[in-house]
């Protein structure tokens, strides 16, 4: 057995090391030591449930009568890396804890794991991948993204952080008739017996237009619908996602594509057919750009059930801009009426910048989490693109939260 106690020293070059108890001294880079340690189920004692300490430096403002300089919770608990400026400087932990340090930029955390399994750090996928629509199919995840080409490159991953290209939606052989390019913002979906893509593209009337694939096996072939499902060439329309509510009720979700045009960017809801192959009904608005930070539009949609409220995560402002951000809003019904969170859950800092448009979905280990992209720090706009990251959501008074993200530090698995 192998233990820590969760101190970490400083050395003289301004780098760290803890001291394991069989006298290893893992070293960091800068101030902060990050160790997880997973016993196997034959030690003696027992392991317990997934815990974090977080031990904190030594201009940590400690609390009265609080002796110690580490704290134990339940579960996986992050942070984002980010000290928050000001005399004392401080953090602030994906719990909602706000440690407060003497002096300037004096933040200095630690995190050990224990039973909470492997690390990794963002990003996961560090080529351009816009846009990732990410479903699961038995033990593995699928992912496609944003290609511009017809290709839309599909990878699959069996914990959401390793990732092998399995193939493409579509190629130049099959791509659907009615689109000319701009190949955007995919997802697949599991839709009775049979797998349908979604997607965006350009019409041969110029604008966006929002249409469908099938097929048998996950990885196709894809066999596209002659024409699209949603066809409104003033303006266009864009960022289609499939929703099922948990009764079977079948919806599809776009953005109209009005900030092309200088003109609102509503999000729309329809019920679909049971095949996801057709639209029933009538299209009902439920999303509008109204609060300051959105800017001049709302987009990528994606909705999910969870604690009796339907939650409808979007993107907003200028997807090439550190104004870029993930809001949430909530209703009792997926056709709305939605109510808004006043700020965003998910915004640029130091490493990375303009998150957003992303997959909301529960990961291998039982956590909900957000797959999503990002330009990195300080290259918005630039290459090498947007990059796949994986963060963990917390649930918190019936609103969701991602205090933790974007992360660029070590974390256990998703």
Sequence with gaps: MVTWDGACTADAAGNSFATLSNGWQPYFAG??????????PTCSPAPGACATR??????WQAAP????????VAGVLTWNGVCHPGSPSHAVLSNGWTPYFSGSDSCAISLRHTQCSALYANPVVATDCPDPGVMREGSEYFMACTSGGPGYPIRSSPDLVHWTARGTIFTNATRPTWATGDFWAPELHKVGARFVAYFSARHTNGAFAVGAAWATNILGPYTALGQPLVNDPNPGVIDAHFFQAAGGAKYLLWKVDGNAVGAPTPIKIQPLAADGLSLTGAPTTVLTNTLSWEGGLVEGPWMVEHGGFFYLFYSANGYASTAYAVGVARSTSPTGPFTKAPAPILVSNSSFGGPGHGSVLIGPSGDWVHVYHSWLGGKVGQAPGRHVLVDRIRWENGWPTMRGAPSARSQPMP
């Design 31 to 40: 101030r902060e030591c990050v160790i997880a340690l997973d016993s196997s």
């Design 54 to 59: 977080i031990s904190y430096g030594p201009n």
């Design 65 to 72: 009568n609080h002796p110690a300089y580490f704290d134990d």
